[in-house]
């Protein structure tokens, strides 16, 4: 699962706006709006949710789960390589 706040996040990393996140994904625009737009977890289809979470992944974002190994246990997002963010 990924939020609504890890998704701005990741984007915010990449320097990319929601246009080019749906490019990079192969969904639509008001797909993503709708996205960043859920309370919590993101909603929609299963199918639109695993393009883009493939797409940040291909960009270069971590996107790190609910219990998974980080330091404060949190969710979140990382690079997975150090330095600035890549513009696309």
């Known amino acids: 699962m990924i939020t609504s706040f890890q998704m701005r996040a ?3 990393l990449l320097g ?3 246009r080019a996140l749906a490019e990079l994904a192969g969904v639509s625009l008001p797909t993503i709006q709708r996205m960043e737009a ?3 977890n993101v909603r929609g ?3 639109s949710l695993t393009r883009v979470v493939d797409a940040l992944n ?3 974002v971590e996107l ?3 219990h998974a190994r980080s330091e404060d246990g949190g969710r979140g997002v990382r690079l997975k390589e150090p330095g600035p963010p890549r513009r696309m």
Do not use: L, M
């Open 10 to 12: 990741a984007r915010a």
């Open 16 to 18: 990319i706006d929601q």
């Open 45 to 47: 289809v299963v199918e």
């Open 38 to 40: 859920s309370v919590g």
């Open 58 to 60: 291909r960009a270069g």
């Open 64 to 66: 790190i789960g609910e």
